[in-house]
Structures are given as structure tokens and as C-alpha cells.
């Protein structure tokens, strides 16, 4: 935060309530469209990125480090930290906080990046919202390559000084998400996602949902975290994870105080304003400033903003901190945070089975399309398949079903090295309809879904560790419906579900983030009459979630979801399809 200049700181079945969203549209496929299924590949699942060395991690730190000066150190160097200012001028410390206790806050990450061509460093905050994954702001990601040249630090409350990790872990970023529409001038869309190339094992925290409104209203209580600045008067990082309660503003309280022309910076629901006015010193104001870029403001252990910017001495009299509202990017960063995949490009890809020859294949996305196939052996014996990420280790898992009525979970073992296949019970085969559709109680874990013979729709909670908890009924009326469907269709940050009826309607049941669905509402308006969908994820990386459908000539299509509870004009991926009856 320079005076007078700001800087980054860096339902159910028989609910009636329906809204159109958009039809479906069944257009013509494009002319570039493969013919047929691609041709076997190599025989192997690719695997992720390997984790970077801890010599190279500790390297990549003692760089980064060097660029900042602790209280425990002597005047040094260069720039603050936090990120790059915007041309007005606005930061990204938290002045007047309060030091944390060990164990309150096991989502923070520290952020080190070192730009070996500049001989520049950049220090912000994140959150762990996924095991490996850290929502952060864009203004510290954008621009910048972490895959090459950061780390991150978790499992500490403390600034790592002299490359001392006290106890916590470092890994390395595999990839990297800036929001798209983020403006480094104006400092709207001020949120990414960094992709770690191991999980953490600490506690996660989860973002705000696109409805969330009680979390900002006026004088309601939030708390921020931060290693960054503990002075107007210096450049000093705090060598202890600090907090600060302050209360939220209302947005004309920030525009009344930041949009005097002709600086008109603060911009209603892309922003969020907090804190009480600063006093114009350290004494008096309580403020994140640099270095706390990135971090959480926090709501009913909910993240509802991100650390965005703010006066560049983060104390000018009058002033408030300035936050990426959560909120509004729900739909965004939570396809970025269940993007798992099976060859971890960020895009989701499709599983099919040769019913003549039983061979299993991967097909990977290449957006619109899908590149050849790679054979996974064996997968004769199954009725039913599902890509689901049962224990959040960042690697595709998939769901069986025998023709037994046992499901199957064939997931990678680190033990073993290899992927192994583990029993979770038998009676399945009396289930019309099995779905995993994402997180539906708000815990990051996978759910399932699952309808009987009576069309009792049930509720399966993930334990996280491929298994599920005691189940509970959702209600009735979901037998003649076919059911599909993983990950946010109405861009609110909730896992939804699909449905077809018996009409060839196609249904949007919003997740509540609470095990259950709100209205439904018209995702498809006819024509949905396919004998085969799969629904993996976000198959063209736009951060939507899509759907396959198989018609009965045996062409594959692929429905891009539009993030609003619809779908936009179709793609043909190919025919030859009709004897691929299992795919998911």
C-alpha cells in the first residue's frame, strides 16, 4: 500500500420450480472431426510430474529469501515483498496482527519465487484448499513461470530464516492458473490456482460459494493471515504467522474512499472491502500489507476474499484493504481444484471399453477433440465405470462395478508403486444408477450417488480414502431418470447433477454443498435420448464442466458446459463408437 497511490498486496425429482437455461443445441458436427476412435498408443498410464528435489527445492528458497529482510535480520536488499505494483500504485503485511497459534492454521502456504533472469523475488500467501492445491492471487502468479522458479512452504507457522523449515514441507508447482480476465492494471479477476506436484498433508479450507451473501455483509467479523510486512516504516516480513479480526465494509464504504476521480479503483463485485479506516500510523491501524498477498480472509471458515491490494504504506489515514471476492470467482477456481485427470494437462479425459475385445482404453483430451488411445489392459467383468478421485492424491482413481454387483476401486497405491484394485462391497447390482459427481457435503471429498430399484435417490458421503459413510435418503422419484454428471454445471462452485427423463429432457439439480439439491431447472430442452453418457470433468480446460453423450449410430459427442446450467453447440468426436458401451 505508496501514499496516495495504491499498490497489490497481494431436489429433488419432483421439484417444479424450473428454469429454462438455454437448449440444447444439435447442430452439425465440424468438419475437422476424427472419423473414428484413434488407434492404440503405448501401454501405460502417464504419470504425473515427478516432484523436484529437496536440494533443488532448498536452492529455489535460499534464492527467494535472499530478496527479503526479516525482523531477525539485518537491512538488506531488494524490493518489498508481495507482488508487482499496478501502475496507480496499491500493495500487498498484516500491521497491528497478533501472532498465531501452532495449529490454528494448518491450510496457510508460503510462497518464495525467484526470477533468476531479473534477480527479482516475489513472497505471498495461499491457502491449501485441495491437498494439492493452493488458491492464491493472481497478481503474484500471472507473469511469472512457478513451475521453473518457485516453492512453497507448508506445515508452519514460521518464516523459514536461514533455510530453517521448522518442521514444515516444501514442494514445487507442476502447474499453474491465472484467472483469465485478470487485469494487472486495474487488479480485477484477482485470483489463480497453483497445482503442487505432491499433496501436503495438512488441513484444507474451503472458498465461498457463488450464493454466499450473509459473509459480507457490514460489520460482520473476518479474520486475515499473513507473513508480510509489521511496519509502515520498513520493509521487515514477521518471522511468525500473524491474524487480525476486522470487520467487513460495505462496497460504497471503499468506493466512497478509493473512487475519487480520477483513481476509481475499487470495483463492486469483483472486490471486497474490509477493516476499520487506517490512522494514517502503525499505532492504530490494524492492515494486511506486503507479503500477505495471496492470503485468506475468512468468514465462518469459509475463504471469502483473497489479498489483493490496498495503500502502498497500507496505513494512509482513511484507508481499507481491498480483497478478491470469493464469491463471485466460485465458479472459476473450483474446476481448477477438481481438475484431476489421467494424464494431469489439466483436462479431463474419458475411459471406453472395447466390448468385443474387453481392452480398456484412456483416451486424452486435446480440447475438442481426443488424441489416440492407450490401452489399460484387461477390463472384461464390469457393468459400469466412473472417474472419481476417492483419496485426493491428485491421480485419477476409477469406480467399478462387477457383474457381481461388487464395486471396485482401482486406484495408485504409493506402497506399491503400481495401481491396485480394493473390494468396497457387494450389493451394488441392484442399484439403477451409480454417479460420483463430486464433493456434494462441502468436506473436498468425493460423494457418491446412488439410486435403487424403489428409485430412492441415496446419498454416499467420501471418507477420503476410497471408502464411504453411513448413507441417508435423499427422497424418491429418480427411477425413470438416467443420471450423470461430475463437477460444477451452474458455475456457483458446487458439484451438480444431470438427469434425463423419459421425454429427453435434460434436468440441472443445483448442489447445495450440503448433501442435498435445490430446484431444478431445464439443462437440455429435447433430443436427449442417448443410450450412453460419460461425464468426466472440464474435457476442453475453459473450467467447465462438459459432457460425452453416445448416440445410437455410434457417434461420440461432446456437449462444452457454458458454467450456467446449459450447454453450448456440440462437437463430434467421431463414430465407431456403438461398441463401446462402457465408458466414463
Not at 460489520?219 to 514477521?238: E, F, H, K, L, M
Given at each position: 500500500?505508496?501514499?496516495?497511490?495504491?499498490?497489490?498486496?497481494?431436489?429433488?425429482?419432483?421439484?417444479?420450480?424450473?428454469?429454462?437455461?438455454?437448449?440444447?443445441?444439435?447442430?452439425?458436427?465440424?468438419?475437422?472431426?476424427?472419423?473414428?476412435?484413434?488407434?492404440?498408443?503405448?501401454?501405460?498410464?502417464?504419470?504425473?510430474?515427478?516432484?523436484?528435489?529437496?536440494?533443488?527445492?532448498?536452492?529455489?528458497?535460499?534464492?527467494?529469501?535472499?530478496?527479503?529482510?526479516?525482523?531477525?535480520?539485518?537491512?538488506?536488499?531488494?524490493p518489498a515483498p508481495g507482488a508487482s505494483k499496478?501502475?496507480?500504485?496499491?500493495?500487498?503485511?498484516?500491521?497491528?496482527?497478533?501472532?498465531?497459534?501452532?495449529?490454528?492454521?494448518?491450510?496457510?502456504?508460503?510462497?518464495?519465487?525467484?526470477?533468476?533472469?531479473?534477480?527479482?523475488?516475489?513472497?505471498?500467501?495461499?491457502?491449501?484448499?485441495?491437498?494439492g492445491k493452493v488458491l492464491t492471487a493472481a497478481h503474484c502468479v500471472a507473469g511469472r513461470d512457478w513451475t521453473k522458479n518457485g516453492v512453497v512452504l507448508g506445515g508452519t507457522t514460521e518464516y523459514p530464516l536461514n533455510g530453517d523449515l521448522h518442521g514444515g514441507q516444501l514442494v514445487n508447482v507442476a502447474r499453474q492458473w491465472s484467472n483469465p480476465a485478470y487485469d494487472g492494471g486495474a487488479l480485477t479477476g484477482d485470483v489463480a490456482v497453483l497445482t503442487l506436484a505432491a499433496p501436503l498433508p495438512y488441513q484444507t479450507l474451503q472458498p465461498a460459494a457463488a450464493d454466499e451473501s450473509v459473509a459480507?455483509?457490514?460489520?460482520?467479523?473476518?479474520?486475515?493471515?499473513?507473513?508480510?510486512?509489521?511496519?509502515?516504516?520498513?520493509?521487515?516480513?514477521?518471522?511468525?504467522?500473524?491474524?487480525?479480526?476486522?470487520?467487513?465494509?460495505?462496497?460504497a464504504t471503499c468506493a466512497a474512499y478509493y473512487n475519487q476521480a480520477p483513481e476509481n479503483s475499487f470495483v463492486a463485485g469483483q472486490m471486497a472491502?474490509?477493516?476499520?479506516?487506517?490512522?494514517?500510523?502503525d499505532t492504530g491501524t490494524v492492515s494486511p500489507c506486503n507479503g500477505d498477498s495471496g492470503g485468506p480472509l475468512i468468514v465462518g471458515n469459509r475463504i471469502v476474499g483473497v489479498v489483493s491490494w490496498g495503500r502502498e504504506d497500507c496505513v494512509s489515514a482513511g484507508s481499507y484493504s481491498v480483497y478478491a471476492k470469493l464469491s463471485t470467482f466460485a465458479g472459476l477456481v473450483g474446476p481448477r481444484v477438481d481438475d484431476t485427470d489421467l494424464n494431469f494437462d489439466g483436462r479431463a479425459d474419458l475411459f471406453a471399453r472395447n466390448d468385443a475385445t474387453g481392452e480398456g482404453f484412456a483416451y486424452y483430451s486435446q480440447g475438442i477433440t481426443i488424441g489416440n488411445r492407450y490401452s489399460l489392459g484387461d477390463w472384461r467383468g464390469y457393468d459400469l465405470v466412473r472417474q472419481a478421485d476417492l483419496d485426493r492424491d491428485q491421480r485419477q482413481d476409477f469406480v467399478l462395478r462387477t457383474s457381481g454387483g461388487h464395486l471396485d476401486w482401482y486406484h495408485y497405491s504409493a506402497a506399491a508403486n503400481a495401481y491396485v484394485h480394493q473390494d468396497l462391497g457387494g450389493g451394488w447390482g441392484a442399484m439403477k444408477s451409480v454417479v460420483l459427481p463430486g464433493d456434494l457435503d462441502g468436506d473436498t471429498l468425493?460423494?457418491?450417488?446412488?439410486?435403487?430399484?424403489?428409485?430412492?435417490?441415496?446419498?454416499?458421503?467420501?471418507?477420503?480414502?476410497?471408502?464411504?459413510?453411513?448413507?441417508?435418503?435423499?427422497?424418491?422419484?429418480?427411477?425413470?431418470?438416467?443420471?450423470?454428471?461430475?463437477?460444477?454445471?451452474?458455475?456457483?462452485?458446487?458439484?451438480?447433477?444431470?438427469?434425463?427423463?423419459?421425454?429427453?429432457?435434460?434436468?440441472?439439480?443445483?448442489?447445495?454443498?450440503?448433501?442435498?439439491?435445490?430446484?431444478?431447472?431445464?439443462?437440455?430442452?429435447?433430443?436427449?435420448?442417448?443410450?450412453?453418457?460419460?461425464?468426466?470433468?472440464?474435457?476442453?480446460?475453459?473450467?467447465?464442466?462438459?459432457?460425452?453423450?453416445?448416440?445410437?449410430?455410434?457417434?461420440?459427442?461432446?456437449?462444452?458446459?457454458n458454467g450456467r446450467g446449459a450447454f453450448g453447440n456440440r462437437y463430434q468426436i467421431g463414430g465407431g463408437w456403438g461398441g463401446y458401451s462402457l465408458i466414463g
Open positions: 500500500m505508496t501514499s496516495g497511490r495504491r499498490r497489490v498486496r497481494n431436489a429433488l425429482p419432483a421439484a417444479t420450480a424450473v428454469l429454462a437455461l438455454g437448449s440444447l443445441a444439435l447442430t452439425a458436427a465440424p468438419a475437422q472431426a476424427s472419423q473414428a476412435p484413434p488407434t492404440p498408443g503405448k501401454q501405460s498410464v502417464q504419470a504425473p510430474p515427478a516432484p523436484a528435489s529437496q536440494a533443488e527445492l532448498k536452492a529455489r528458497l535460499k534464492s527467494a529469501t535472499s530478496h527479503f529482510r526479516s525482523t531477525a535480520q539485518s537491512p538488506a536488499q531488494s499496478a501502475p496507480s500504485g496499491q500493495d500487498p503485511k498484516i500491521i497491528g496482527g497478533t501472532p498465531t497459534a501452532v495449529g490454528e492454521a494448518p491450510w496457510m502456504v508460503q510462497l518464495f519465487y525467484n526470477d533468476p533472469a531479473t534477480n527479482q523475488g516475489t513472497f505471498c500467501g495461499g491457502t491449501l484448499v485441495a491437498p459480507y455483509q457490514p460489520g460482520t467479523p473476518a479474520t486475515v493471515y499473513g507473513w508480510g510486512r509489521i511496519s509502515s516504516t520498513n520493509q521487515d516480513v514477521s518471522m511468525s504467522l500473524l491474524k487480525a479480526t476486522i470487520p467487513v465494509q460495505a462496497d472491502c474490509a477493516g476499520n479506516p487506517a490512522s494514517g500510523a468425493t460423494d457418491l450417488l446412488a439410486v435403487d430399484t424403489s428409485g430412492q435417490l441415496w446419498f454416499y458421503p467420501g471418507k477420503g480414502d476410497g471408502t464411504f459413510g453411513i448413507r441417508s435418503a435423499l427422497g424418491g422419484g429418480w427411477g425413470p431418470l438416467v443420471l450423470v454428471g461430475k463437477g460444477d454445471y451452474s458455475g456457483d462452485g458446487r458439484a451438480d447433477l444431470l438427469a434425463q427423463d423419459t421425454s429427453g429432457k435434460l434436468w440441472l439439480y443445483p448442489g447445495t454443498g450440503h448433501g442435498a439439491f435445490g430446484n431444478r431447472s431445464l439443462a437440455g430442452s429435447a433430443g436427449w435420448t442417448f443410450p450412453a453418457y460419460a461425464a468426466t470433468g472440464d474435457v476442453d480446460g475453459d473450467g467447465r464442466a462438459d459432457l460425452f453423450a453416445r448416440d445410437s449410430a455410434g457417434v461420440l459427442w461432446l456437449y462444452p458446459g
